[in-house]
């Protein structure tokens, strides 16, 4: 299975809900775009290869170090509870229980996914930002052959690509936003969840560029972030945020052999 990454990173504030997201037409975002650009792919290549694909997306975020799907029926009481998705390991594949797949036959279909889950998505107002994203969300999308009846996006196998788009809430200083109660706790969730993937990253990076050398230990399991995408970092790009300007770097390709669990 091809696997692809693309995080927005940068400080609270920096645009990284617009890169992913946008707006209307020309300001569309990364995401909006890659839903196009797929679908207009499929259909040249189903004319050229007769070839039938399937479109599967899921869109989760990860608060306070816990798993929500935003798909799901928010509670209908105040006080009631969201609940929760389960990481499961199974066959050496991270899992994520309870999660809803949903076929798109378009686009459009997607983008109205999109918009429906960023309703749900936990954002509050901050001395640095008046909707400041409080948690990581993550954007799925996979590619799986029609087999008819018996397509099945949970089956590994069946997958032919995968593609994680993720807007990363941003880093905060707690003496700039005077966050305090709940919004200090997030924060910190936030910067822990950060800081640990930076170490994935750079443990990710000397490994491939010292591949022989003992490998160091990536530390996945420090954070849910980081854990769900375990087994399938294998094209990392990272939209680095600063202010209004966005800058797009690759980090390169990160071989699947290089990933050592801890």
Known sequence: MNAGLIFAYGPTNSGKTFTIQGGKDESAGILPRSLTTLFESLAAKTEQAGVDWTV???YMEIYNENVYDLLDQPPSAKNEPRK???LKEH????HVKGLR???V???EEARQVL???AKHRQVAETMSNDVSSRSHSVFNIKLVPNRGSDTD???VSQVHSKLAIVDLAGSERALKTRATGERLKEASNINVSLMNLGRCLEALRWNQ???NKVAHVVPFRHSKLTRIFQVTARYIFVCACVDVCVRIRASGRVQQSSVVTT
């Open 56 to 58: 599967w997306v899921t």
């Open 84 to 86: 929760q998705c389960k």
């Open 91 to 94: 066959n050496g594949q991270i």
């Open 101 to 103: 797949e949903l076929q």
């Open 105 to 107: 036959r378009s686009a």
């Open 115 to 117: 918009r429906y889950g």
């Open 153 to 155: 996006p949970t089956d």
């Open 209 to 211: 560029v010292n591949s």
